[in-house]
C-alpha cells in the first residue's frame, strides 16, 4: 500500500508537558486497530511554535492543523478524519474574533506574518531521522560549499547575506567567521552556544529538538569555512530531549559520512562532540563557556583576547549561537541576496522570539527583522489576555530592558532595541500588562542577575547586591527620594565597569524602567504606593461601601479577623492589623473591596 | 629609569614592535604587549591597583582584573578598560583621570567596603592592607551603601594558616598564587554572586586539604583574609610563667628581614638587635636555629656520602622545609624513599635543648618551653606532628614568624633601632656561614656540598662559594660540582610548582641527579610566608638575599662541621654523626597522604 497519509504531532517540550506523547500512542494504536499502518504514518517533529494551542496535530497532505489534541480527539481525528475523510470541527483553530475556524496552518493570524528560515522544518519533519533532513534539502549547503566553494567564498557569502549573531549581541557572523580563519593555528574551534538561559526563552531549545541536523550542517559549514577540524555543542543539562536528539542526529550523520573524517570524500574532516553544562546562565557568555569546557569554573576572562584569537584550549575559536548556525545552510542554498532581501538596512532576515507573559498566543514566532513590536503582539500574539490594558515589552532578558507603548510601532532590529535601552537579546519577549508593577519587574530581572553572577569582579557581585537592596527597600514602601538617585548612579557606573556582558547589562531592566516607568518608583517612593497593586507592603485594603452588601464573607476569611460589621451592613477593614493576604479582595463577590 | 631597566627596555624595543600612545596627553610609544598600567608608571602615573600583582620575577602575574579599581577611559571605547589588563594598541588614547574614571574607582572601592568588616582598628593587618591604604589614598571618608555584609567561617583548622573569608575582596591573587605558582589547587573560588567566596574543594578545613601551609597565599592577600595562626598570647603566657625555661630559637632569614618591621632599608642585617630584643622580651637563653643547621648538614652530608656508597637511593633530597615534605607526601608518595630523613633544623634544635641542652644545664625538659622565630607558617603545622615529640614532649612548642616577632618588640615597647648589639648565648648560639645560607634557595645545598667535598676528598676547600646554585631568576637550577673524580649532579628547585616539574621528571626517569634541595617558597625562605609583607616588591626579597650571602662572607667559619659547639655536643652527648642516638632524635620518617 502506497503511504496516503502523514500525521504530524509536536513533540516539542511544551506539547510534550502537554501529553503529546500520548496522543501520538493513541493515534499510532488507533491507526492500527484500523489496519492502516501501511498507509498513513504518525510522526513527531519539532516545534510547531504555537504553544499555546498545543499538542498540534498536523495532517498532510490534507494541510488539516488542529490545536488542543488530547487522547479523545486523537481517537476521533483517526475515526473521523482518516478513515472517513470528515474534518474534525471543533479541534480546528477557532479565531477569538471572528469565531471563523481556520483549518490552514498558513491562515491562521499567528503564522501570517512569519517567516520561517531558522524554524524551517521545525513541525515539518521528524527530527529523529536524518533522511527527512536530506530530502527537505539537508546537507546540500554542506555538499556545495566542500565541493563548489573556496572557504573564502563561503565567508563572503556569509558576510554579504548580513547574518548578524543571533545569541544577543549581534556581531557580524561573517566578521567573525573571517577574523577566525585569518588567526594562524592548526588547530581551531568551532562552538555551538546552546547555554540559552533567558527566563521564558526557548527558541534555540525548539531548533535543537525540532532540527538539530541545521545545526550541525551550519557548525560543519564553518568548521570549512575557518579552517576548524572540530566542533562542540555547549547545551544546558535542563534541555535533556535537545541532547537526546542532538546524539541521535549527531551519530546519524556519521555514519552516512556527513560528520568524520573526509566528509562527502573531500579532504574536510570536522566532527561535533556534545558538552552539557550544569545550567549556570553566565555560561552563555563565551570567555566563561570556553573556560567551561575546559573544566574550569564558568568565569569569563578579560577580551581582547577574543576567542578568534585566544579561544579554547588557547586555540582560535568561533562561536555562535544554535538559530545563527541554522540560519546559515539556507544563506547558501538560496545566496546572500535572498537573505538580505529580508529585514531592515542594517538587520537582516528574520529573528526567533518567544513570545511570553500576558499575550493572548504564546508560542514561538519567527519573524523577518523589521517587523514591529505592535504586529507581533497584536497581530501574531493576539492581544493582551482577558482584554487587559498593554503596559510594556521586554525583551532580550535580564541584559534587556522594558518597552513602553509608546514605542510599541518601532520596526524591531538590533540597533533600534538598543536605542530603546532594551536589546535583541537571544529573543525572549515578555509582555506585561496594567497588573504588572514595573519596579517589580525591575527587581525581577536584578534577582536573576544577582543569582547567576560568577561573583569574580566588584561591580557586578556587589553592586548587583546593592541595587537590589536599593529596590527592595523601594518596594517595600522604605525608598527615599535619594535612593533612586544613587540607584541611576549605581545602575550607570555598574554598566560602565564591569567585566563581562552579563554586568554590563544587568542594570538595563532597571535603567529602562526608571526612564519609562519613573512615576511609578515615584508613586513607590513618595507615596508609598505600588500603582499595579502588586508590592505586597505597599497595598492598603479598602471596602467600597457603596459596593458592600453585608455578607460578612471577607470577615469570614480573614485571618486575622480585622474586617468587622454587622450582617448585612457595610463592613470596614481595621487597616492595623492587615496583613495584606489578599483573602478578602479574592472572597469578595460584589467587587466590593479594592487595593491600592 | 634605573640603569639596568635601561637594558632591559633596550632589549624590548629590538624584540617588539612599538606602539603610539597617548596617556592624559603624554605621548609615548610601548612595545606590544604592554599594558596600560605598565605604560602609565613609564610617564610617572600611578593609577590605582587592587586586585593586581605582578611577580614577574617568579612567574606570578594576578592579571584577573577583577577588582574594577584601575579603570580607565580610552577613546573610542563603549565602557571603562582595567589598565591592568589591557594592552595597549596602535593611536590608543587614555585618560585616567576623568570624573567618569574616578567615579567609577571610588564607587568600586566603596562597594568593596561595604562588604568589608571594616574593624580596621582591631585587625590584623591594620597598618598593612592594600585595601585600607587605597581607602586612605582615594580619601573616601563615607561608605554610601548599606547592605547585607557577607559572613563565613573562619577556619584555624591547620594551627598554621588562618582564613577569615569575611574579608576577602575576590582579588584571588591567593588563587593565582596557589594554583599556578604553587601548583597546589587549593583555593578556587566557591559559590555564586554575592556568595562567592575563595575557597577549598567542598569547603574543606584547610587540615583536611592537600594544603601544604607554605603560607604564599598568605604573603600575597591585600586584606587580612588570609593571616597566621597567631602564638603570640600563648608565648606572653609562658614568658610571664616562672615555672617555665622559655628558649628562644631564630631562623637565618629573620635577622636580614625584621628591620623591615621597623623601617630600616630591606637587607640589613640585625642579627645582634634581634638578639637584644628576644632577651629583653624575656627569654631565658636565646639560641640560634643555624647551630641545627650546622648539625643538619653533617647528618644529611653523612647520609648523602652513604647514598653515593651504593646504601639507599639517590637523588638524596634535602627535608629542611616542613612545607615541601608535606606536598611531597600527598603529591609523591611513590618517592618518600627519596628525602633525606633528617629533621628539619629548628625540630632538630627542639629535640637538642630537650636533652643534650636540659641534661647539661640540668633543666627538666618538661619546664622547658621552645620558642620557634621563623620566616615560615608551614612550621607551625610541622611541630604537631606526632613525630616530632620524645616522650610526650613535644620539640617544639611554639612558632611565630617575623611579623609575630616584631608585634612581640612594639607591644613590648622595645626601641628596635637604639638596641646594643648583643651575641647569642652558649653553646647552641654558635653557627657558621653554612647555616646562615639556609635562608635562601640553593642554601642547603651549598652548604652540604662544602662538607661533603671535604669529606669525601679528605681535603680542604679553598672556593667555598657556589655560585651555580645561587640566584632568584631561575626557579630550577642545575650544576654540576667535581669532586675527586665524581661529577656531583645537583639540582634545585625553589617554588612548589618548579618542584612539582623536577620530581615528575625524577619519577618518570627523564632526569637523573645526585643531589636535590627543594625549597617551597619562591626564593627559599627570606621570602617565607611568615615574613614582613613586600607588597609585590622583589627587589625587598632580592636584598635579604644578599644580606643573607654578606653575613655568610662574615663569618669566620663557613662550614658546618668545623663547628666547635657541634663537634662539642656529638663528643659529650651524641656520639657518632648518624650514630643510633643522631637516628632516634635527630630523624624522622614520611606518610604516604592522599589528594585531595
Given at each position: 500500500m502506497?503511504l496516503?497519509?502523514?500525521?504530524?504531532v509536536?513533540g516539542?517540550t511544551?506539547?510534550?508537558?502537554?501529553?503529546s506523547?500520548r496522543?501520538?500512542e493513541?493515534?499510532?494504536?488507533?491507526i492500527?486497530?484500523?489496519?492502516?499502518q501501511?498507509e498513513?504514518?504518525v510522526?513527531?517533529?519539532g516545534?510547531?511554535g504555537?504553544?499555546?494551542?498545543g499538542?498540534?496535530v498536523k495532517?498532510?497532505p490534507?494541510?488539516?492543523f488542529?490545536v488542543e489534541?488530547?487522547?479523545?480527539?486523537?481517537?476521533?481525528?483517526?475515526?473521523e478524519?482518516v478513515?472517513?475523510g470528515?474534518i474534525?470541527?471543533?479541534?480546528?483553530y477557532k479565531?477569538?474574533?471572528?469565531?471563523?475556524?481556520?483549518p490552514?496552518?498558513?491562515s491562521i493570524?499567528f503564522y501570517k506574518k512569519q517567516?520561517?528560515?531558522?524554524?524551517?522544518n521545525?513541525?515539518?519533519?521528524?527530527?529523529?531521522?536524518?533522511?527527512e533532513?536530506?530530502a527537505s534539502?539537508g546537507?546540500m549547503?554542506?555538499?556545495?560549499v566542500?565541493?563548489?566553494m573556496?572557504p573564502?567564498e563561503?565567508?563572503?557569502?556569509?558576510?554579504?547575506?548580513g547574518?548578524?549573531?543571533?545569541g544577543?549581541?549581534?556581531?557580524?557572523?561573517?566578521?567573525?567567521?573571517?577574523a577566525t580563519?585569518?588567526?594562524?593555528?592548526?588547530v581551531k574551534?568551532?562552538i555551538?552556544n546552546?547555554d540559552?538561559?533567558?527566563?521564558?526563552?526557548?527558541?534555540?531549545r525548539?531548533i535543537?529538538?525540532g532540527d538539530p541536523?541545521?545545526?550541525?550542517?551550519?557548525?560543519?559549514?564553518?568548521?570549512?569555512?575557518i579552517?576548524?577540524q572540530f566542533?562542540y555543542?555547549y547545551v544546558?543539562?535542563?534541555?535533556?530531549?535537545?541532547?537526546?536528539?542532538?546524539?541521535?542526529a549527531?551519530?546519524?550523520?556519521?555514519?552516512?559520512?556527513?560528520?568524520?573524517k573526509?566528509?562527502?570524500?573531500t579532504?574536510?574532516s570536522f566532527?561535533?562532540?556534545?558538552k552539557i553544562?550544569?545550567?549556570?546562565?553566565i555560561?552563555?557568555?563565551e570567555t566563561?563557556?570556553?573556560?567551561s569546557?575546559?573544566?574550569g569554573?564558568?568565569?569569563?576572562t578579560?577580551?581582547?583576547?577574543?576567542?578568534a584569537?585566544v579561544g579554547?584550549w588557547?586555540?582560535?575559536?568561533n562561536?555562535?549561537?544554535?538559530?545563527t548556525f541554522a540560519n546559515?545552510p539556507?544563506?547558501?542554498?538560496?545566496g546572500a541576496?535572498?537573505f538580505?532581501?529580508i529585514g531592515t538596512e542594517?538587520?537582516k532576515?528574520?529573528?526567533?522570539f518567544?513570545?511570553?507573559?500576558?499575550v493572548?498566543?504564546v508560542g514561538?514566532?519567527e519573524?523577518?527583522?523589521?517587523?514591529?513590536l505592535?504586529?507581533?503582539?497584536?497581530?501574531?500574539?493576539?492581544?493582551i489576555?482577558?482584554g487587559?490594558?498593554?503596559k510594556?515589552v521586554?525583551?532580550g532578558?535580564p541584559s534587556?530592558?522594558c518597552i513602553?507603548?509608546?514605542?510599541?510601532?518601532?520596526?524591531?532590529?538590533?540597533?533600534?532595541?538598543?536605542?530603546l535601552?532594551?536589546?535583541?537579546?537571544?529573543?525572549?519577549?515578555i509582555?506585561?500588562?496594567?497588573?504588572?508593577?514595573m519596579?517589580?519587574i525591575?527587581?525581577f530581572y536584578?534577582?536573576?542577575?544577582c543569582?547567576e553572577s560568577c561573583g569574580r569582579?566588584?561591580a557586578?557581585?556587589?553592586g548587583?547586591?546593592r541595587m537590589l537592596e536599593?529596590?527592595?527597600?523601594?518596594t517595600?514602601?522604605k525608598?527615599?527620594m535619594?535612593?533612586?538617585?544613587?540607584?541611576?548612579e549605581l545602575a550607570?557606573t555598574?554598566?560602565?565597569?564591569?567585566?563581562?556582558?552579563?554586568g554590563q547589562?544587568s542594570?538595563n531592566?532597571v535603567l529602562?524602567?526608571m526612564?519609562?516607568?519613573y512615576?511609578?518608583?515615584i508613586?513607590?517612593?513618595?507615596?508609598?504606593?505600588c500603582p499595579?497593586?502588586v508590592?505586597?507592603?505597599?497595598l492598603k485594603?479598602?471596602?467600597?461601601?457603596e459596593?458592600?452588601?453585608?455578607?460578612?464573607?471577607?470577615?469570614?476569611?480573614?485571618?486575622?479577623?480585622?474586617?468587622?460589621?454587622?450582617?448585612r451592613k457595610v463592613h470596614?477593614?481595621?487597616?492595623?492589623?492587615?496583613i495584606?493576604?489578599?483573602?478578602c479582595?479574592?472572597t469578595?463577590r460584589?467587587?466590593a473591596i479594592t487595593?491600592k | 629609569?634605573s640603569k639596568?631597566?635601561?637594558v632591559?627596555?633596550?632589549?624590548?624595543?629590538r624584540?617588539?614592535?612599538?606602539?603610539?600612545?597617548?596617556?592624559n596627553?603624554?605621548k609615548l610609544q610601548v612595545?606590544?604587549?604592554?599594558t596600560i598600567l605598565?605604560?602609565a608608571?613609564?610617564?610617572?602615573i600611578?593609577?590605582?591597583t587592587?586586585?593586581?600583582?605582578?611577580?614577574?620575577?617568579?612567574?606570578?602575574v594576578?592579571?584577573?582584573?577583577?577588582?574594577?579599581?584601575c579603570?580607565?577611559?580610552?577613546?573610542?571605547r563603549?565602557n571603562?578598560?582595567?589598565a591592568c589588563a589591557t594592552e595597549?594598541f596602535?593611536?590608543?588614547?587614555?585618560k585616567?583621570?576623568?570624573?567618569?574614571a574616578i567615579?567609577a574607582r571610588?564607587?568600586?572601592?566603596?562597594?568593596?567596603?561595604s562588604d568589608?568588616?571594616?574593624d580596621?582598628?582591631v585587625?590584623?593587618?591594620?597598618?598593612n592592607?592594600?585595601?585600607?591604604?587605597?581607602?586612605a589614598d582615594l580619601?573616601?571618608?563615607k561608605?554610601?551603601?548599606?547592605g547585607e555584609k557577607?559572613?563565613?567561617?573562619?577556619?584555624?583548622?591547620?594551627?598554621?594558616l588562618?582564613?577569615?573569608p569575611?574579608?576577602?575582596?575576590?582579588c584571588?591573587?591567593?588563587e593565582t598564587?596557589?594554583?599556578?605558582?604553587?601548583t597546589?589547587?587549593?583555593y578556587?573560588?566557591?559559590?555564586?554572586?554575592?556568595?562567592t567566596?575563595?575557597?577549598p574543594?567542598f569547603?574543606l578545613?584547610?587540615i583536611?586539604?592537600q594544603?601544604?601551609?607554605c603560607?604564599?597565599?598568605v604573603s600575597v592577600?591585600p586584606?587580612?583574609?588570609?593571616?597566621?595562626?597567631s602564638?603570640?598570647?600563648?608565648?606572653?603566657?609562658?614568658?610571664?610563667?616562672?615555672d617555665?625555661?622559655?628558649?628562644?630559637?631564630t631562623a637565618?632569614?629573620?635577622?636580614v628581614a625584621l628591620?623591615e618591621?621597623f623601617?630600616?632599608e630591606?637587607?640589613?642585617?640585625v642579627t645582634?638587635?634581634?638578639?637584644?630584643a628576644?632577651?629583653?622580651?624575656?627569654?631565658?637563653k636565646?639560641?640560634?636555629?643555624?647551630?641545627?643547621a650546622?648539625v643538619t648538614?653533617v647528618?644529611e652530608?653523612?647520609?648523602?656520602?652513604?647514598r653515593l656508597?651504593?646504601k639507599?637511593?639517590l637523588?638524596?633530597l634535602?627535608?629542611?622545609?616542613?612545607?615541601?615534605v608535606?606536598?611531597?607526601?600527598?603529591?609523591f608518595?611513590?618517592?618518600?624513599?627519596?628525602?633525606s630523613?633528617?629533621?628539619s633544623?629548628h625540630m632538630?634544635?627542639g629535640?637538642?635543648?630537650?636533652?643534650?641542652?636540659a641534661?647539661?644545664?640540668?633543666i627538666?625538659p618538661?619546664?622547658?618551653?621552645v620558642v620557634?622565630v621563623?620566616p615560615?607558617i608551614?612550621?607551625?603545622?610541622?611541630?604537631?606532628?606526632?613525630e616530632?615529640?620524645?616522650n610526650?614532649i613535644k620539640?617544639v612548642?611554639y612558632v611565630?614568624?617575623?611579623?609575630e616577632?616584631?608585634?612581640?618588640?612594639?607591644e613590648a615597647?622595645?626601641?628596635f633601632?637604639?638596641?646594643?648589639d648583643?651575641?647569642f648565648?652558649?653553646p647552641?648560639?654558635e653557627?657558621?656561614?653554612?647555616?646562615?645560607i639556609f635562608g635562601?634557595?640553593g642554601g642547603v645545598?651549598?652548604?652540604?656540598?662544602?662538607?661533603a667535598?671535604e669529606w669525601i676528598t679528605?681535603e680542604?676547600?679553598?672556593?667555598?662559594?657556589f655560585?651555580?646554585?645561587?640566584?632568584?631568576?631561575d626557579?630550577?637550577?642545575?650544576a654540576?660540582?667535581k669532586?675527586?673524580d665524581?661529577?656531583?649532579?645537583?639540582?634545585?628547585?625553589?617554588g612548589?610548582?618548579?618542584a612539582?616539574r623536577?620530581?615528575e621528571?625524577?619519577?618518570d626517569?627523564?632526569?637523573?641527579y645526585h643531589a636535590?634541595e627543594?625549597?617551597?617558597?619562591?626564593?627559599?625562605?627570606?621570602?617565607?610566608?611568615?615574613q614582613?609583607?613586600h607588597?609585590g616588591?622583589?627587589?625587598i626579597v632580592?636584598?635579604r638575599?644578599n644580606?643573607i650571602?654578606?653575613?655568610d662572607?662574615?663569618?669566620?667559619?663557613?662550614?658546618s662541621h668545623e663547628n666547635?659547639?657541634?663537634?662539642?655536643m656529638?663528643?659529650e652527648y651524641?656520639?657518632?654523626?648518624?650514630?643510633?642516638?643522631?637516628?632516634?632524635?635527630?630523624?624522622?620518617?614520611?606518610?604516604p597522604r592522599?589528594r585531595?
Amino acid at each position: 500500500m502506497p503511504l496516503r497519509m502523514e500525521l504530524l504531532v509536536c513533540g516539542g517540550t511544551g506539547c510534550q508537558a502537554s501529553n503529546s506523547s500520548r496522543v501520538l500512542e493513541v493515534l499510532r494504536e488507533s491507526i492500527k486497530e484500523a489496519n492502516l499502518q501501511d498507509e498513513v504514518r504518525v510522526l513527531m517533529t519539532g516545534c510547531f511554535g504555537f504553544c499555546e494551542k498545543g499538542p498540534i496535530v498536523k495532517v498532510m497532505p490534507d494541510n488539516i492543523f488542529y490545536v488542543e489534541v488530547d487522547e479523545e480527539s486523537a481517537r476521533k481525528i483517526v475515526r473521523e478524519h482518516v478513515i472517513k475523510g470528515r474534518i474534525v470541527e471543533e479541534k480546528i483553530y477557532k479565531e477569538p474574533e471572528t469565531e471563523e475556524r481556520l483549518p490552514e496552518q498558513s491562515s491562521i493570524p499567528f503564522y501570517k506574518k512569519q517567516i520561517r528560515i531558522a524554524l524551517r522544518n521545525c513541525g515539518k519533519i521528524d527530527p529523529e531521522n536524518i533522511n527527512e533532513y536530506i530530502a527537505s534539502d539537508g546537507y546540500m549547503a554542506l555538499a556545495r560549499v566542500l565541493t563548489e566553494m573556496t572557504p573564502e567564498e563561503v565567508i563572503d557569502v556569509v558576510k554579504r547575506s548580513g547574518l548578524r549573531g543571533r545569541g544577543g549581541g549581534g556581531f557580524p557572523t561573517g566578521l567573525k567567521w573571517e577574523a577566525t580563519r585569518k588567526s594562524k593555528s592548526d588547530v581551531k574551534y568551532i562552538i555551538c552556544n546552546a547555554d540559552e538561559g533567558d527566563p521564558g526563552a526557548f527558541m534555540d531549545r525548539s531548533i535543537l529538538e525540532g532540527d538539530p541536523h541545521s545545526v550541525l550542517e551550519g557548525m560543519a559549514i564553518a568548521g570549512y569555512a575557518i579552517g576548524a577540524q572540530f566542533g562542540y555543542i555547549y547545551v544546558r543539562a535542563e534541555y535533556p530531549l535537545a541532547i537526546h536528539r542532538l546524539r541521535i542526529a549527531i551519530s546519524q550523520a556519521r555514519e552516512m559520512g556527513l560528520l568524520g573524517k573526509n566528509i562527502l570524500g573531500t579532504n574536510f574532516s570536522f566532527d561535533v562532540e556534545i558538552k552539557i553544562g550544569a545550567g549556570a546562565f553566565i555560561c552563555g557568555e563565551e570567555t566563561a563557556l570556553i573556560n567551561s569546557i575546559e573544566g574550569g569554573r564558568g568565569e569569563p576572562t578579560v577580551k581582547p583576547p577574543y576567542p578568534a584569537q585566544v579561544g579554547l584550549w588557547k586555540k582560535p575559536t568561533n562561536i555562535n549561537n544554535v538559530e545563527t548556525f541554522a540560519n546559515v545552510p539556507p544563506i547558501i542554498l538560496n545566496g546572500a541576496e535572498w537573505f538580505s532581501s529580508i529585514g531592515t538596512e542594517k538587520s537582516k532576515g528574520t529573528k526567533v522570539f518567544a513570545l511570553a507573559g500576558k499575550v493572548n498566543n504564546v508560542g514561538l514566532v519567527e519573524v523577518p527583522m523589521g517587523i514591529t513590536l505592535r504586529e507581533i503582539i497584536y497581530d501574531l500574539g493576539g492581544g493582551i489576555k482577558g482584554g487587559k490594558k498593554f503596559k510594556a515589552v521586554q525583551t532580550g532578558g535580564p541584559s534587556g530592558g522594558c518597552i513602553p507603548a509608546e514605542h510599541l510601532d518601532t520596526p524591531i532590529d538590533y540597533d533600534t532595541l538598543n536605542a530603546l535601552g532594551s536589546m535583541m537579546g537571544s529573543g525572549g519577549m515578555i509582555v506585561m500588562d496594567e497588573d504588572d508593577c514595573m519596579v517589580n519587574i525591575a527587581k525581577f530581572y536584578l534577582e536573576f542577575s544577582c543569582d547567576e553572577s560568577c561573583g569574580r569582579c566588584t561591580a557586578c557581585r556587589v553592586g548587583n547586591k546593592r541595587m537590589l537592596e536599593i529596590l527592595n527597600k523601594i518596594t517595600e514602601g522604605k525608598g527615599e527620594m535619594e535612593d533612586l538617585e544613587m540607584l541611576k548612579e549605581l545602575a550607570e557606573t555598574i554598566k560602565d565597569s564591569s567585566l563581562c556582558g552579563l554586568g554590563q547589562t544587568s542594570p538595563n531592566p532597571v535603567l529602562s524602567t526608571m526612564k519609562f516607568f519613573y512615576d511609578e518608583y515615584i508613586a513607590h517612593v513618595k507615596d508609598k504606593s505600588c500603582p499595579a497593586g502588586v508590592c505586597t507592603e505597599l497595598l492598603k485594603y479598602y471596602i467600597i461601601p457603596e459596593k458592600c452588601v453585608g455578607c460578612t464573607a471577607c470577615a469570614k476569611v480573614c485571618p486575622v479577623n480585622v474586617i468587622h460589621g454587622e450582617p448585612r451592613k457595610v463592613h470596614v477593614i481595621d487597616r492595623e492589623g492587615c496583613i495584606k493576604c489578599g483573602e478578602c479582595y479574592r472572597t469578595c463577590r460584589f467587587g466590593a473591596i479594592t487595593r491600592k | 629609569m634605573s640603569k639596568s631597566q635601561k637594558v632591559k627596555w633596550q632589549a624590548l624595543e629590538r624584540r617588539f614592535n612599538m606602539v603610539n600612545v597617548t596617556i592624559n596627553d603624554i605621548k609615548l610609544q610601548v612595545p606590544e604587549g604592554t599594558t596600560i598600567l605598565q605604560a602609565a608608571k613609564m610617564v610617572n602615573i600611578n593609577i590605582p591597583t587592587l586586585c593586581h600583582l605582578d611577580l614577574h620575577d617568579i612567574k606570578m602575574v594576578n592579571r584577573t582584573a577583577s577588582c574594577r579599581v584601575c579603570l580607565v577611559e580610552i577613546e573610542g571605547r563603549r565602557n571603562l578598560a582595567p589598565a591592568c589588563a589591557t594592552e595597549c594598541f596602535e593611536g590608543m588614547v587614555i585618560k585616567t583621570n576623568t570624573k567618569r574614571a574616578i567615579r567609577a574607582r571610588r564607587t568600586m572601592v566603596e562597594l568593596l567596603l561595604s562588604d568589608h568588616p571594616t574593624d580596621c582598628l582591631v585587625c590584623e593587618k591594620n597598618g598593612n592592607c592594600d585595601l585600607q591604604k587605597l581607602a586612605a589614598d582615594l580619601g573616601i571618608r563615607k561608605i554610601r551603601f548599606e547592605g547585607e555584609k557577607s559572613t563565613y567561617t573562619k577556619d584555624s583548622s591547620s594551627g598554621a594558616l588562618y582564613r577569615n573569608p569575611d574579608k576577602c575582596i575576590m582579588c584571588r591573587r591567593c588563587e593565582t598564587m596557589c594554583n599556578e605558582v604553587q601548583t597546589c589547587g587549593i583555593y578556587s573560588a566557591v559559590d555564586r554572586g554575592f556568595e562567592t567566596v575563595v575557597a577549598p574543594a567542598f569547603n574543606l578545613p584547610m587540615i583536611d586539604t592537600q594544603c601544604t601551609f607554605c603560607g604564599q597565599c598568605v604573603s600575597v592577600c591585600p586584606t587580612a583574609a588570609l593571616t597566621e595562626v597567631s602564638y603570640v598570647a600563648k608565648v606572653w603566657e609562658a614568658l610571664h610563667d616562672p615555672d617555665k625555661f622559655v628558649i628562644a630559637q631564630t631562623a637565618p632569614a629573620i635577622r636580614v628581614a625584621l628591620g623591615e618591621e621597623f623601617g630600616l632599608e630591606p637587607g640589613t642585617i640585625v642579627t645582634g638587635k634581634m638578639v637584644a630584643a628576644l632577651r629583653r622580651l624575656g627569654f631565658r637563653k636565646v639560641f640560634d636555629t643555624d647551630f641545627a643547621a650546622d648539625v643538619t648538614i653533617v647528618e644529611e652530608a653523612k647520609e648523602f656520602i652513604e647514598r653515593l656508597n651504593g646504601k639507599g637511593r639517590l637523588p638524596i633530597l634535602t627535608s629542611c622545609c616542613p612545607s615541601w615534605v608535606k606536598f611531597i607526601e600527598h603529591q609523591f608518595p611513590e618517592l618518600l624513599d627519596i628525602p633525606s630523613t633528617c629533621k628539619s633544623p629548628h625540630m632538630m634544635f627542639g629535640a637538642i635543648v630537650k636533652t643534650y641542652f636540659a641534661e647539661k644545664f640540668n633543666i627538666l625538659p618538661e619546664k622547658i618551653v621552645v620558642v620557634s622565630v621563623m620566616p615560615c607558617i608551614a612550621k607551625k603545622y610541622e611541630i604537631q606532628r606526632k613525630e616530632f615529640e620524645e616522650n610526650g614532649i613535644k620539640n617544639v612548642d611554639y612558632v611565630i614568624t617575623t611579623r609575630e616577632f616584631a608585634k612581640m618588640i612594639r607591644e613590648a615597647g622595645i626601641d628596635f633601632t637604639k638596641l646594643p648589639d648583643e651575641d647569642f648565648d652558649d653553646p647552641l648560639g654558635e653557627s657558621t656561614g653554612a647555616s646562615v645560607i639556609f635562608g635562601v634557595t640553593g642554601g642547603v645545598i651549598e652548604a652540604a656540598l662544602r662538607t661533603a667535598y671535604e669529606w669525601i676528598t679528605g681535603e680542604t676547600l679553598e672556593k667555598v662559594e657556589f655560585h651555580g646554585v645561587r640566584g632568584l631568576e631561575d626557579g630550577l637550577k642545575e650544576a654540576t660540582v667535581k669532586i675527586k673524580d665524581m661529577e656531583l649532579k645537583i639540582g634545585v628547585a625553589h617554588g612548589l610548582g618548579n618542584a612539582r616539574r623536577l620530581l615528575e621528571d625524577i619519577r618518570d626517569g627523564k632526569r637523573f641527579y645526585h643531589a636535590i634541595e627543594i625549597m617551597a617558597c619562591p626564593g627559599g625562605c627570606i621570602d617565607g610566608g611568615g615574613q614582613p609583607y613586600h607588597h609585590g616588591n622583589l627587589d625587598i626579597v632580592r636584598a635579604r638575599l644578599n644580606a643573607i650571602y654578606e653575613e655568610d662572607r662574615n663569618k669566620p667559619i663557613r662550614k658546618s662541621h668545623e663547628n666547635p659547639a657541634v663537634i662539642a655536643m656529638y663528643k659529650e652527648y651524641m656520639g657518632e654523626i648518624g650514630g643510633e642516638k643522631a637516628h632516634k632524635l635527630l630523624h624522622t620518617h614520611y606518610t604516604p597522604r592522599e589528594r585531595i
